[in-house]
Structure formats: C-alpha cells, structure tokens
Nanobody
C-alpha cells in the first residue's frame, strides 16, 4: 500500500514562491506517473500538474503554466512542485497522488495548505 505525505505549504504574499514536496513510500514509486492537485474552499479538486514516471514528460493546467514546475527525484521517492509568482487564487489545499490508470489517480496524501495573501 502506497503512502504519500505532502509538505512545504504555508502563508506567502502574492508574487512569492513555495516548493511543495510529496514523499512516497510502500510502493515502486519510480514506475508510476504522479500528479499534483488542489482544492480551494467551495470548489472541486482540480488538476495542477503531472509528471511521467521517468520525469521526461510534464503537463500543467493552463492557470499555472509558466509559474509552476513539477519535478521528481526517484532516488528520494519524492515529487516536487515549485510554485513561483503566486497569486491569491492559488490559495488551496494541495494534494499529490499516483496515477493508477488512464485519467485516474489514487493513494492521495493528506494535503498541505497554501495561502497566498494579496
């Protein structure tokens, strides 16, 4: 059973940066594509970024393109989300997950809160 633990969230002013980490255990992490999602109050969870199992392919939501960068270190079983030029609308709980099938993610972490003040 895989376990994912997110960290790195916090309170930051608009224009600032944060780097989120997602540490994985209990599974062959390096063989799975991974994703970051977020959920703001009163809104549905949305896809933010994804990365292939060898890290050669990435995908981003239009709202974060050019500002966020997803990466992974398979030796450390960790996926990162570098977030730059943060905006108040980026405020949400951020989750990482494993891509278990086409268009399906599972093994969600507990999430980490990101708050961007204006």
């Amino acid at each position: 059973q895989a376990q994912l633990v997110e960290s790195g969230g916090g309170l930051v002013q608009a224009g600032g940066s944060l780097r989120l980490s997602c540490a994985a255990s209990g599974r062959a992490f390096s063989t799975y594509s991974m994703g970051w999602f977020r959920q703001a109050p009163g809104k549905e969870r949305e896809f933010v970024a994804g990365i292939s199992w060898i890290g050669g392919s990435t995908k981003y939501a239009d709202s974060v393109k050019g500002r966020f960068t997803i990466s992974r270190d398979n030796a450390k079983n960790t996926v990162y989300l570098q977030m730059n030029s943060l905006k108040p609308e980026d405020t949400a709980i951020y989750y990482c997950a494993i891509k278990v099938a086409e268009n399906a993610y599972g093994y969600w972490g507990q999430g980490t809160q990101v708050t961007v003040s204006s």
